[in-house]
């Protein structure tokens, strides 16, 4: 299919094919086994001119291939066959004018839960996606949206996709200035003005309807701050997700628990999303999270709701998810209309 699509591209010379899927790992491994794969997957993507990113986390694999259309064929092929990991599934499969990760054969980045290490093994992103993302926090602080706008428009048309700018520069951009602020290295005043500014540049990402599109059109989500939160940076940019991917979308900043399970009496979603600050930890937020999440699945219990929760919180810590009751944590926005329209069809089958 990429091969196919590079032929129809102007200049295909120059187009290298992009391929993102995520797996779940048959056998938990250690950090040794990935150090292994790493270091033969570099071997064998430097062969090939292949580069990208691996992403180990929570028993699954996450990885980008970018590179001409038929390495990255040989290398998908190869994937496929690997008994390690099962449940393989493509993300996303384009044609770009450039790479996201041009210095890395590959970019391994793994979290474990090892209680004898008890530590975060991780790599530093790509130069050139740092060097994006300082810009971006940059203009943030600066109140500079024309030049933001700018910088997500010439990003997009370099190739970078909606998943690939909301998870490598606004997600992290968001948790970057709430450490300035936290490391006193801006005003509260900064902070908020910076969050406005990524949620306009987040509404200037294009997103390609999916082909589950037509399927979710008859799927209703509510998207909702957290009773109180003030930071609604994720639940905005959620709405441009799920419309564009069919959804009936409504949205809710309440003021409080009353306040949001009485919308969800009135309007009974097939989803709701529950959205702590993509930029502050919220620790604290845990305990009135969890009794929120208990009372909105008394008020619709007859008519059962998937309920996902996000934010920093859940990004850094996704088992978090469970200590609430949500049916989902999504450490990103990427992928989650998709997600959600999965766990609503099995709700309805079980």
């Keep these: 299919m990429l091969v196919q699509e590079s032929q129809e591209q102007e200049g295909s010379a120059e187009w290298v094919a992009c391929l993102t899927y995520k797996s779940v790992a048959t056998a938990t491994p250690r950090v040794s086994d990935l150090d292994r794969l790493a270091n033969k997957a570099r071997a064998r993507n430097r062969s090939l001119d292949v580069t990208g990113m691996l992403l180990f986390e929570d028993g699954c694999f996450l990885q980008t291939l970018e590179g001409p259309p038929q390495a990255v064929g040989a290398v998908w092929s190869s994937i496929q066959r690997d008994q390690r990991h099962a449940h393989i599934e493509v993300l996303s499969e384009h044609m770009a004018a450039t ?7 590959l970019l391994l980045e793994g979290r474990f839960a090892d209680l004898h290490r008890g530590t975060r093994q991780a790599a530093k992103a790509p130069p050139a996606i740092a060097e994006h993302l300082a810009r971006l926090v940059e203009l943030a602080l600066n109140a500079d949206d024309l030049a933001l706008n700018t910088l997500i428009a010439g990003l997009a048309e370099q190739g970078w996709t909606s998943e690939a700018i909301l998870s490598l520069l606004i997600e992290p951009g968001a948790r970057a200035l709430a450490d300035a602020w936290l490391d006193d290295r801006c005003s509260e005043l900064d902070l908020t003005i910076g969050l406005s500014m990524l949620q306009l540049a987040g509404h200037a990402v294009r997103y390609i309807p999916s082909a589950q599109s037509i399927r979710n059109s008859r799927y209703r989500v509510l998207l909702a701050t957290a009773p109180g939160e003030k930071h609604m940076l994720g639940t905005t940019l959620l709405a441009d ?35 702590l600050s993509d930029a502050m930890p919220r620790q604290h937020a845990i305990e009135q999270l969890r009794s929120t999440i208990e009372h909105s699945r008394l008020i619709v219990s007859e008519h059962p709701t998937v309920v996902s929760v996000g934010g ?24 989650t209309s998709v997600r959600l329209a999965e766990l609503v069809r099995k709700s309805r089958l079980d």
Excluded: K, Y
Aim: glycine share 8%.
């Design 312 to 335: 920093r919180l859940f990004a850094e810590a996704a088992a978090t998810a469970l200590s609430v009751g949500a049916d989902h944590a999504r450490q990103g926005l990427a992928g």
């Design 99 to 105: 790479r996201l990760f041009s210095d890395w054969d």
């Design 241 to 275: 997700q799920f419309l564009a991917s069919g959804w009936q979308v409504d949205m809710a900043f309440p003021d409080s628990e009353e306040a949001l399970t009485n919308q969800m009496n009135a309007q009974h979603p097939d989803a709701v999303d529950i959205g």
